[in-house]
């Protein structure tokens, strides 16, 4: 049943809002799992993410805080689209040290969004998809080398089976995998490469000087019809900073970035505030909506209908008797097939604890083991549905699903073929393996 809807996805066959209700209905009909849990997506907070960034956007493009905010950093970067995609990688660096890349992903995907509309890309255009791409993996890429909640809740999972490994701390997590900074830069490097901005053909230096000063007059231009700023534009920039207080502190407050976006769109709608407005709703897709809702709750059926298990069993054969290099290619194998199937959560907490129990008994150490694992889990999607925050890039609808796949999938081949030539070669080297 999965596969026929994904299918249908996949090909666009027919609307996505449809076939999430269609796999809604076919879980509940034919008793795979009771209604709770077939619904359970809706219960995700990352699907309200999606609606709350939305309408927060929405909000936000009642006032002239977009247009400036962007055309006046356009302006100063020259109005090269590749300096804003090199620049979203460094500010991910330095904020995915603090708040990880799992917390970093929602924002800076608003950010690219954010833009997207206030200079009028085109749904599907290169420079749109470059944008929205690259800001989603700008912003994941220090989930591989900074240790954040996510690592710490898959090492736990780890531990439930390897009680005596030893404690994984901050700086062991970033000593044993610094190198995956370089990746980082190796995906924005495929997205550029992915979507080109330009037609082929060689410029002069003239030509290009005059392609660069035209770009600045645009940009000016657009900036002085924005107008000057009102009191409006000045709330809503204080919302935002808000918002920004929320997201940095969400470890302390404990609020999920979902109700922290909610709560800065509804402050909008406040009477005596009144910057959103029924034109602000209307950048809520709820057709969307219902599809995460639908596609988020595919794990929790999986894994009451025995999947996880079903799974461990298959990856037995596979590793068992494998070398070590063969059998950590297997570990991540495994974990990225598994996102076909589960969430990252889903398979983390199931499938990871019943892999490491098999190389455990194999005598190859359980931290690499984890490294990868949560490689395949986490940093590979070909699929848009396979996580959730490709999902929320993927649901505002600024990129195709053709170059979703072909950025992704490149990024995803780059990914095990960077693991098995580097990193597995280096905790070789530093005694990890």
């Known amino acids: 049943l999965t596969a026929a809807i994904m299918s249908g996805f996949a090909f666009e066959i027919l609307p996505s809002v449809i076939l999430g209700l269609m796999l809604l209905v076919l879980y509940i009909v ?31 493009d009642q006032t002239r805080v977009l247009k400036k905010a962007c055309y006046g950093c356009m302006r100063k970067l020259g109005g090269s689209y590749r300096a804003i995609v090199i620049s979203m990688s460094l500010v991910a660096i330095v904020l995915g040290a603090v708040i990880g890349g799992a917390n970093l992903a929602a924002p800076m995907i608003v950010i690219a969004y954010a833009l997207c509309v206030a200079m009028g890309l085109e749904p599907g255009s290169n420079e749109a998809a470059l944008l929205m791409i690259s800001s989603y993996v700008a912003a994941n890429a220090p989930t591989s080398y900074f240790y954040s909640s996510l690592q710490a809740m898959g090492y736990s999972a780890l531990q439930t089976v390897t009680p005596d490994a030893p404690v994984l701390t901050y700086g ?37 000087e005059q392609e660069k000063v035209a770009t600045k007059q645009y940009l000016s231009d657009e900036l002085n019809k924005a107008g000057k700023m009102g009191a409006k534009d000045y709330v809503m920039i204080v919302i935002l900073v808000l918002v920004l207080i929320g997201l940095l502190t969400m470890d302390k407050t404990k609020l999920n970035i979902a109700w922290i976006l909610m709560l800065g769109a509804l402050i909008c709608y406040l009477p005596f505030i009144r910057i959103g407005n029924p034109n602000a709703l209307k950048a809520v897709k709820w057709s969307v909506f219902i599809f995460m809702g639908a596609t988020m709750g595919i794990g929790a059926v999986f894994s009451a209908v025995g999947t996880s298990d079903f799974l461990a069993g298959f990856a037995e054969p596979l590793l068992t008797g494998a070398s070590q290099n063969v059998c950590m290619f297997f570990v991540w194998l495994i974990a990225t097939i598994a996102n076909f199937f589960l969430t990252p959560l889903a398979s983390i907490n199931t499938l990871l604890p019943a892999i490491a129990n098999i190389t455990n008994g194999l005598g190859i150490n359980s931290t690499p083991v984890f490294y990868m694992f949560m490689q395949g889990a986490t940093n590979t999607c070909v699929l848009p549905y396979e996580i959730a925050m490709p999902m929320l890039m993927f649901s505002y609808g600024l990129c195709s699903l053709k170059q979703f796949v072909k950025a992704m999938g490149l990024i995803t081949i780059a990914n095990i073929v960077f693991l098995m030539v580097v990193m597995v070669p280096y905790w070789n080297f530093i005694g990890l393996l």
């Open 30 to 60: 034919t008793n795979l799992a009771p209604a709770g849990t077939v619904l359970s997506g809706f219960t995700n907070p990352n699907v309200w993410a999606a609606a709350a960034a939305m309408l927060l956007v929405g909000c936000m």
């Open 172 to 208: 062991t997590y970033l000593y044993h995998n610094w190198p995956m900074i370089i990746f980082g830069f190796i995906t924005i490097a495929i997205c550029i490469l992915c979507f080109p901005l330009h037609k082929k053909g060689k410029k002069d230096k003239t030509a290009k």
